[in-house]
C-alpha cells in the first residue's frame, strides 16, 4: 500500500521527531517505506530517515507492505501531519 502525505509537523524535523517517526514505525512488522524524489528509505533505520531531510510542507509517499501494512500506513500517516 501506499500514499502521499504532505508533511504537517509542529515541531522541526531534527533528531527527536525523526527518532519517534522511527518508533512508530518499528512497532508493526510490515516493511516500510519513505520515499522522496529518487531516494527510498527504511523507515525503520534512524540514519535512513535523517538522510531525508524531511522538511514540513514536502510530499512524502508511504510504502508499506506486509501483514499490518494498513494499520502501519495510518499510523505514519498520522505521526507526519495528515
Sequence with gaps: MKRSVVIQMHEELEARPIANLVQVANKYASRIYLEMG??????????????????NGETVVVDAEGEDEEEALEALARFLGE
Design 38 to 55: 529518487e531516494a527510498r528509505v527504511n523507515a525503520k533505520s534512524i540514519m535512513g530517515m535523517m538522510s531525508l531531510a524531511l522538511m
